[in-house]
C-alpha cells in the first residue's frame, strides 16, 4: 500500500483542491468526484426508484403507508442497494488489492491505495446524501439522526488524509448485516398485524440478521478494533502522533463496538418476542 508521502499529482477533481488544501484531506482531490457520484446515486435511488418501483411490488401497501413510513421504507430500499454495492467493493478489495499484502502498521494507518480510496469515497458520499436527508427530514427523525450522519461523515472522510485506508474497507463489512435488517423491517410493515404468525421468509431471515450482525459487527469488529489498536501503539511508540485524530478514530470506533453488543442484545429480545409464538 502507498505511504501518504506517495506523490498525488494527478488531480481529477480541482474543484476540490482547496478544500483538500485547508482540511488537509490530501488524496480528496482523486475522489472527490466519486464522492458526488454517489450521493446523486443514492438520492436517484431514494427518490425515483424507489417509490415507482415499490408501488408496483407492494402495490396493496405501500401507496397506505403514512409519509414517515413511506421516506423510512425508501431510506431503507436505498440502504439496502448501498450496503449489498459497498460490501461487495471491499470484498474485492480485501481479496485482490496488491497494496494490502505484506502491509505494516505504517501502510494499514497511513498507507493509501486508488481502490480503497473509491471504496471510501462511495461510502461517503452516502453518509452525504444521510445528512441531506436527515437534515431535510429532521422534524420527523430528530436531531440524533443528523448527528449520526454527521459523525460517520466526519470519520469517513478522515481517510482521505490518508489515514486508515486499510480498516476502512475492514470496517465497511459491518453492512454485511443491513440488507438483512432492512428487509426484516420491510416484511415486518407487510404484515397485515404485528400479532400475525411470521411467515417462513421473515424466520429464515430473522436467523441470517442475528448471524450476519454477530459474524460482523461483534466478531469480524471486534477483532478489526483490536488490530487497530495494536496498530495505533505501536505508532504512538515509534514517536510524534496527530492525537486529536488518533483518539477520535479510536473512540468513535470502540464506542461503535459497545453500540454493536447492545444492538445486538435488543436484537435478540425483539427477534424472540416476534417469532416467539410461532408453530413448531
Known sequence: MATSSSPVSLSRAPWSLGLSRALHL?????????????????????????????????????????LKTRLNWDIRVTGLVQAVFICTAALRVIASDPTRVGSTWETRLWGYSPAAGKVQAWAAGYFLWDILISTRWVDMYGPT?????????????IGFRPFGNYYGVNFVLYELSTPFLNLHWMLNKLSPTPEEEPSDLQVYNGFALVGTFFACRLVWGTYQTWLLTQDMLSAWR???????????????????????????????????????????
Open 26 to 66: 490530501h488524496t480528496l482531490p482523486l475522489h472527490a468526484n466519486t464522492l458526488l457520484l454517489s450521493a446523486l446515486t443514492y438520492q436517484t435511488l431514494f427518490s425515483l426508484v424507489s417509490p415507482p418501483l415499490s408501488r408496483r411490488l407492494a402495490p396493496k401497501s405501500y401507496p397506505t403507508f403514512p
Open 145 to 157: 439522526a443528523v448527528m449520526h450522519a454527521v459523525a460517520a461523515f466526519v470519520v469517513t472522510m
Open 238 to 280: 515509534a514517536g510524534p502522533v496527530p492525537q486529536l485524530l488518533f483518539w477520535t478514530y479510536l473512540l468513535t470506533n470502540t464506542a461503535l463496538t459497545g453500540l454493536n453488543f447492545f444492538w445486538f442484545s435488543k436484537m435478540v429480545e425483539t427477534l424472540r418476542k416476534r417469532l416467539g409464538g410461532r408453530k413448531g
